[in-house]
């Protein structure tokens, strides 16, 4: 089936220690979304790309980071992991063009913890 | 820049009650989501309203979208314990072009007790 991967699905890193997390997505959308989501708290987008536009939310902080080679993959690089950086990391697509008729398709999501 | 409030934000009901999680947002949204989550898991699409007076329904759930009152709502008819999860309607800003970036609300956590 055509789908959202996120990997890993647990990722424990160090404060301070870069860390990059992984999304891949078989749809052939052309936007891809990265969204945080904290213990019970909605999903909050940091960026997404068109394409290879990248477009950043204002209040994203400077020290996450998104790389997308190509269609099919996209990254989030998180530079220098603070204690307030452990969440769910959800990737989500879409089709442009669909007008919103069709909703995003999201990942199982990274859950992201820091030591 | 689109706000979006739930309420309620918990809810217990008992197993064949019926009742509605309601969904206010702030300016215009063409187009109104609804998602479930479990726990520790992902989100799953419910529905997508398109237009003012748009009704959808899949099983026990029932989805409707008001562009004047700025209102949607997920009604729930005989509650059953599967429907035990937490969802979460979402708007796209006017702003936010092609790409329909997505502005939750917080959330309402059901949970449905035998």
């Known amino acids: 089936d055509a789908m959202v991967i996120q990997n890993p699905r647990y990722q424990v890193t160090q404060f301070g220690k870069p860390v990059t997390l992984s999304c891949s997505q078989t749809l052939n959308h052309n936007v891809m979304y990265w969204y945080q989501q904290k213990s019970s708290q909605a999903p909050k987008l940091l960026f997404h790309y068109y394409d290879k536009d990248f477009n950043n939310e204002a209040d994203t902080p400077d020290n996450f980071q998104s790389r997308r080679p190509n269609t099919s993959f996209c990254f989030l690089d998180i530079r220098s992991p603070g204690l307030g950086d452990a969440a769910m990391y959800l990737c989500a697509t879409s089709r442009l063009g669909s007008g919103g008729r069709q909703p995003q398709h999201f990942g199982d999501g990274t859950r992201l913890s820091i030591l | 820049e689109l706000k979006v409030e739930q309420n309620p934000l918990f809810l217990s009901m008992q197993e064949g009650k019926n009742y509605t999680i309601y969904c206010n947002y702030s300016?215009?949204?063409?187009?109104l989501y609804w998602y479930r989550q479990d726990p520790g898991k992902s989100l799953e699409s419910l529905f997508v309203l398109l237009s003012n007076g748009a009704v959808k329904q899949e099983g026990r759930l029932m989805a409707s979208l008001d562009t004047k009152a700025r209102l949607s709502t997920l009604h729930i008819t005989a509650a059953v314990h599967d429907l035990s999860a937490t969802y979460f309607c979402a708007g796209t800003p006017p702003s936010s072009g092609s790409a329909r970036q997505l502005t939750f609300g917080s959330g309402t956590q059901l949970t449905v007790l035998p």
């Open positions: 300016t215009t949204s063409d187009r």
